[in-house]
């Protein structure tokens, strides 16, 4: 299994690509709300499952990601970050905080929210409010060599380097 993580997020340089779509969406009137839970996780995890499904790629289970949510939320080491257009939900992401480490879990963005960059405004607040809680580093996920390559591309463009693990198995 390949992974994608930011070693430091204090040293955290995006490519120039990823830093014009960051630009756009700082241009777009989002707003970026962060919360432990409430309306923004339903969105999220049924927006993801549904997503999930209809494109048929890799992800936690309905069963895993209540489970991690369950866990996570009862340390307040689970933080959501919504990006909101006009009050309206239009992406979301879902980070999970292990000690000095964060994951980034799961995220979804609607057609808008493509068309807005809005997972890149997400992801580099991400970056600030993980600073401000003294986490080191961020994990950005699995990548799919074979059929993901706008994927890979978004997270390396953040600043992120590959590397192989042995995976995990439930």
């Not at 997503?51 to 936690?60: L, N």
């Not at 990006?83 to 000095?100: S, T, V, Y």
Request: proline share 3%; with cysteine.
């Amino acid at each position: 299994m390949f992974s994608i993580t930011l070693a430091t997020i204090a040293a955290a340089k995006p490519k120039k690509k990823w830093r014009n779509s960051l630009a756009k969406a700082e241009k777009s009137n989002l707003d970026i709300v962060w919360s432990a839970g409430g309306p923004d996780l339903g969105w999220l995890v049924e927006n993801y499952i549904e997503d999930k499904s209809e494109k048929k790629y890799a992800g936690p289970s309905l069963k895993t990601l209540m489970a991690l949510i369950s866990e996570f939320s009862r340390g307040q080491n689970l933080m959501i970050g919504t990006a909101m257009l006009d009050g309206k939900p239009i992406a979301a992401i879902l980070i999970l905080i292990h000690g000095k480490s964060a994951t980034y879990q799961i995220g979804y963005s609607g057609k808008v929210g493509r068309e807005k960059c809005a997972h890149h405004l997400l992801l580099w607040d991400a970056l600030r409010k993980l600073k401000e809680r003294q986490v080191n580093d961020f994990d950005l996920g699995g990548i799919n060599e074979e059929g993901a390559k706008g994927v890979r591309d978004f997270k390396i463009g953040m600043g992120g380097e590959v590397f192989e693990s042995p995976g995990l198995w439930a």
